[in-house]
Every structure is written in C-alpha cells, then in structure tokens.
C-alpha cells in the first residue's frame, strides 16, 4: 500500500509490515490524545524509521492517493492536533 | 473524543475530505477534466513561485546572517583595540556583548542550515507535483476515450484525490518555510537592533557609552593630543626666531623676514595632518 510522510512524498509499504506500524501508530496516538510532549517526538520518530526500513519510494507520477498519511519528521504535537481537529493546516 | 485508528489513518481522513469538497464542485467528471487540469496547472504555477519566494527569503536571510557575523568580527575587534588603549573595561564590555551575539548566532545558522534543507525538499515536492500532474493530462485523455461516465467517474476520483493531496502536501511545506523564514527574519532582525542599539550593555555592568563611540573619541583625542604635542614642538623651535625677527630693535630686516616665511608652511602641514 502507499504511505505519504508529509514534505517527503509517497512510500510503497509491504502489506507485513502493516501490523508492526499500526502499533507504532497507537503509541503516537496516545501521547498526541494525551497532549504528552516527551513521548510524541520518539514516537513520531520511531513510526519514520519503520517506515523508512520497510518502503521504498513510490513513483511520482503515481496517481494513487496515499492509503495512510503520517505528519512531517519535524511536526510538533500542537501542529498534529490542530491537522487533526480542524484541518486548518492545510492551505486552499 | 474519536475511537482509536491511528494518527496516520485520521490526517488521511482530513486530506480526503478536502479532495471530496472540491470534487463536489465538479458534474459531469469526463466534461470538467480539462477544467481540473487547468486548475492543476494553475496551482502548479503558484507551488513553483512559492519554492521562488522561499529561495529569495533564504538568500536574504543569509545576508543577514553573514552582516551578523560581521558585526561580531567587528566586537572582536574592538575589545583589541580596546585592551591595546589600556582600557580592559571596555574590552570586557566587548568581548561580552560578542559572546552574547554569537550564541544568538550560533542558533541562527543551524535553523539556516535546517531552512536549506527544507527548500531542497520542496524543490522536489514540486517536481514530483509536476510529475503528477503531467500524468494527470495522460490519464484523462485515456478516460474520455475509453470509459462511459460512470465508469470514468471512480478512475477520475483516484486520480483526482492522488493529485489533491500532493497539491496539499506541498502548499502545507511551502507555508511552514514561509513562516520559518519570516521568524528567523525576525531573529535576525533582533540580533541586529540589539547590536546597534547597544541594549545588551543593559545585561552587564559596564561603560553605558557605546563601545566604538568610546574607542573613536579615545582615538581622537589621542589624535588632537598628538597635534597639540607636534604644534607646541614646532613653535618652540620657530619661537626664538620669530621673537628675534619681531623684536623691536629692529636689527636685521632681512634676518627678521625669512623665519616668518619659513614657519608658515609647516602650520599649513600640521593642519592638513588634523583629519588622520
């Protein structure tokens, strides 16, 4: 499936490695719901690194949407609430 | 509060959702194919002058940073001078005012470095957009040749949404450059009114008088000094013979001219010295 990280553009991602990063996922999820500084950024760093061990970049004429979409490598917890709860990062 | 599925899952949610909002907008999907790719091209346009202005904010940004430096360099230079003067307070004045500029610089360049990074991201962001985009145009000729509107309408859909979400992808990077660019103007901007304005010295104890103002009037004075000692060198030894020439007695015309004569064009000289 493909995963875009956001500033980096789309991965294709094998369907095996779906679980381990759906775990990832929830770990990240909790320090954002939480508003927990300390975890977000290793948790949010951890999810990239799988990411990248597992993908390989998709082609850029590739006009399939990305199944999943993770925040940019430098994102702060407040900007990933703020995409969550209102979209307002998105320009347009 | 929303069920648990995943940071990733929830800003995909929030991608689509925006590229339904604009698909909404379009009816018969094989009639608005060209207007979409007009849009495209349009908003590819935009993506290319927003990568421009955040290249020519970098570049400011880095002339800023390299004035900055110098100013520091310049710091550096007058606790030298300073400490030469036998003036160790103004050299510690100096030397702090330095240390308290390059840690702010110091901060500075590494976000500038970070910025670098970034406007080589978004390079590619927008080359890969134009990638998409070019695809874009072959696949709608394929859709309005080869399938009714009802089959076209899932194709356009994907490729409309694929295209959607790159365009949101790097107007999102464009913005946060933007706005890097500007707070690091803005720092920079600081570090400089803060160097001209001497309102670091306000953090130390030292002289209130600006460091260069102290070191050019130390320099001057020095400079009106020297004068006064060359002047006073010069009129005592053309002294006794202008007291001879001028003396009343009158005794030699001739002995009395050349003295006067001679001592005029040597206060012409020490006045063309002055501005050394």
């Known amino acids: 499936m493909i995963v875009r990280i956001l500033g980096e553009g789309q991965l294709e991602i094998?369907?095996?490695a779906v679980d381990e990063l759906n775990e990832l996922d929830r770990a990240l999820e909790q320090a954002v719901e939480g508003n927990n500084e300390a975890a977000f950024g290793p948790a949010l760093a951890a999810l990239l690194a799988k990411l990248r061990e597992v993908g390989s970049p998709a082609r850029a004429d590739d006009l399939r949407p990305s199944e999943l979409i993770i925040p940019q490598p430098d994102a702060t917890i407040a900007e990933v609430r703020k995409m969550l709860t209102d979209g307002g990062l998105i320009p347009g | 509060?929303?069920?648990?599925?995943?940071?990733?899952?929830?800003?995909?949610m929030v991608f689509r959702a925006k590229a339904n909002k604009a698909l909404d907008r379009l009816e018969d999907p094989r009639e608005t194919?060209?207007?979409?790719?007009?849009?495209?091209?349009?908003?590819?346009?935009?993506?290319?002058?927003?990568?421009?202005?955040?290249?020519?904010?970098?570049?400011?940004?880095?002339?800023?940073?390299?004035?900055l430096n110098q100013q520091a360099t310049k710091l550096d230079r007058q606790a030298r001078d300073s400490l030469a003067a036998g003036r160790e307070d103004l050299a510690r004045e100096a030397l702090t005012r330095k240390a308290q500029v390059q840690t702010?610089?110091?901060?500075?360049?590494?976000?500038?470095?970070?910025?670098q990074g970034e406007e080589e991201k978004l390079t590619q962001a927008s080359q890969r957009l134009q990638a998409k985009v070019d695809a874009f145009r072959t696949r709608k000729e394929t859709i309005k040749a080869t399938y009714t509107a009802a089959e076209a309408q899932t194709r356009i859909n994907e490729a409309f949404t694929g295209i959607s979400e790159e365009m949101s992808d790097v107007g999102m990077a464009i913005q946060r450059a933007?706005?890097?660019?500007?707070?690091?103007?803005?720092r920079a901007s600081a570090i400089g009114e803060l160097m001209d304005s001497g309102a670091l010295e306000d953090m130390v104890s030292g002289p209130r008088d600006d460091i260069q103002d102290e070191l050019d009037r130390m320099r001057a004075g020095g400079g009106v000094d020297r004068e006064l000692e060359q002047m006073k060198r010069e009129i005592a030894q053309s002294a006794p013979r202008?007291?001879?020439?001028?003396?009343?007695?009158?005794?030699s015309a001739e002995a009395s001219a050349e003295p006067v004569i001679e001592a005029e064009p040597e206060i012409e000289q020490a006045d063309a010295r002055e501005p050394e």
């Open chain 1, 14 to 16: 094998p369907d095996s």
């Open chain 2, 1 to 12: 509060m929303v069920a648990p599925m995943g940071v990733m899952k929830r800003v995909t």
């Open chain 2, 33 to 67: 194919l060209d207007y979409s790719y007009q849009t495209q091209l349009e908003l590819l346009q935009k993506v290319r002058r927003g990568v421009a202005d955040v290249a020519t904010s970098r570049k400011r940004l880095e002339l800023q940073v390299n004035q």
């Open chain 2, 104 to 115: 702010q610089l110091d901060g500075l360049q590494t976000q500038y470095v970070s910025l």
């Open chain 2, 178 to 186: 933007e706005d890097k660019t500007a707070q690091m103007q803005a």
């Open chain 2, 242 to 251: 202008q007291i001879e020439g001028t003396s009343p007695n009158g005794a």
